[in-house]
């Protein structure tokens, strides 16, 4: 409470235009009247209680503000007293608001920043403005067993919610300092949302020397509009809009039309279990540690006996060598406790390995097989085939898709956990992604995938990859164009240091000279319509400046950089003052678009060539035709 009140007396002295003589500089003591502590905790013993959200908040503060703002605790299981008639409350709460007497609005794992959003709307009086700085799982967590996608439909049905600056990726830097966990900046309108009900949704890029000075850069420009109703309908869409652009959501939408299984249906439809618990599947051994149980047969041992598992080879807990694994230069087994022993046959081989952490730079999810039988710890998760038909060619198989661009890219847009709060690739992840059946392939296609997974056993190389995604792509209906929007993705938006610092690099000359070519090649057919024969120059920025222009026109080298000479000095700084990423001005005296970017190689992929021309194409077609604007 002092701490809150010396917020107030210093944001008072701050903004006030007169602040002198320092005698006028005296407060009321703030407590009771503006300052107002619920629940019986002390600064030195923590309460079990409600505090503000239970029933110690009165009636007079039910509709009473037009602004509620704040940054509500972020914790999460925190088995607090009366919690269950705090979740009896809520519920109500969403079923007034959504007219829906059986609607659900869960608070998963006892978050508590999701009461606050709810309690806000009986605070608030109705069209006020709530504004909370929330934890990012909001967004993205997808999880059936967590809840946590029922709880965000409820609220984006309850609330008009206006705008997100989605925070995750900026975390751990002093834009926030001490934040390591994922936020966002929620605000909404205290209103039922109507049906075309939409927000703004930006999130903000991590920029080394602007995050590290506390900035960061909100660009209006470039924040997505989404409706309220895509949110509750579409559960991994704010994923993709994070992680991807508008083209991989369009990617996305195609792969979803095909309808193929997940790799986990698909491996249940063939082996049994469950969806997400598939039999012949899971993950390796765990040796034993502190909160291992007793041995059910030995109470004065911890673990399990690891006996029926001596002489087997196994594998080291390193990246794997190559896609096919040469057992004969493992160790053999020889630990006689683990934590838990899995059943003998999870390491029966024919079997596919997969790594639970995607080795930086390599940019795929890691497999490999093994055709004999293998022991492997939990830093894998297995899947053995001994029980199909062709149990060496269906491992081989699973291995070329689930190393492929496609399953990677389609883990980052989705997952409500990688490339949002963790770099590891968890097994149920893996097991979403979309699988075409190994039987539905053709006898020439099964020949195709064995003769890849050869080349590559035979020796990794880049080419040899890209066949790979190329032939994995034509499964899913992908051309090379597309194969080529989720490299880029990949590139600049896994969550690794490696593509964090690629994605912030300068461009280089040849980047540059390809982005060029791109946005030449989707501005041509305009130019061709409207008799215009467009060209695309580079032109010289400062050495220091971080910006680089490209000139759009009909003029030669020379002309192109006149013009930009004569509009730099005009612009100089506009674009960091506005936050902006990008910068398009049509010049009528010389007839040309001059358009700017950040010079960040994230901002001059084949990718954003094309997204480039979709704007220039939809926002200036009157100077793609050569008309003067009326």
Known sequence: MRFAALGLYLVSIELDPNPEPVEKLKFDDLRTTVLLKFGDGTETNESKDLGSLGDDVGPEHLGAY??????PPWSSATDLDDW??????????????????????????????????????????????IAFALHARLLFQRGLKEGMASARSAIFGALDVTGIVNGAEVRSTQVWPSISAP??????????????????????QLEGPLNQSGGWRIDPASAQTVTADEVIHRPELLKILFRGTRLDLELYDRVAAKAFPTFGEYWWSRFGGTVNRPKNSGNGYKLVHSGSLLDTDDDTVQGSSATALFGL??????????????????????????????????YTGPMLLVHKS???????????????????????????????????DLSRYLALIISSKIALWHVLITSGEFGFERE?????????VPLPPFEDLSHNGRKTALALFSELAGGETNERWEKVDQWVGSLFGLSGEDVQTI???????????????????????????????RLGSELQPWGERFARALTIQAVKTPPLSPWQYVYIGQGDEVEAQSVFDRLAAAT??????????EMVHVDEVSDCLILGRLNQARYWSVSQARLVARRIIWEHVDFLSGKKPK
Not at 319 to 328: A, E, M, T
Not at 572 to 581: F, I, K, Q, Y
Request: hydrophobic residues 40%; glycine residues 4%.
């Open 183 to 204: 936020f966002c900046l929620f605000f909404a309108r205290n209103a039922i949302p109507d049906s075309s009900a939409g927000f703004s949704f930006v999130s903000p």
């Open 358 to 392: 995607p080795p930086q730079g390599f940019g795929r999810i890691r497999t490999a097989v093994s055709e004999s039988d293998l022991v492997f710890s939990e830093s894998f998760y297995g899947y053995t085939a001994y029980q199909h038909e062709t149990p060496n």
């Open 487 to 517: 490299s880029d993705t990949l590139s600049y938006r896994l969550p690794f240091q490696g593509n964090q610092k690629a994605a912030q690099a300068p461009i280089s000359p040849a980047e540059l000279d390809v982005f060029q070519a």
């Open 572 to 581: 100089e700084g506009l674009g960091d003052r506005l936050s902006a990423t």
């Open 66 to 71: 037009d602004l509620v703002i704040g940054n």
């Open 313 to 346: 080879p196994v594998l080291p807990d390193s990246d794997f060598p190559s896609v096919l694994l040469d057992i004969s230069k493992y160790q053999k087994f020889s630990l006689a406790r683990l934590d838990r022993v899995r059943p003998r046959s999870l």
């Open 84 to 129: 269950s008639s705090l979740e009896v409350r809520v519920l109500q709460i969403a079923r007034e608001r959504l007219s829906n007497d059986k609607a659900n609005a869960p608070l998963p794992k006892q978050v508590l920043d999701l009461p606050f959003v709810w309690l806000a709307t009986q605070w608030a009086r109705p069209n006020a403005q």
């Open 424 to 432: 590891v690739v968890e097994k149920f992840v893996v097991q979403e």
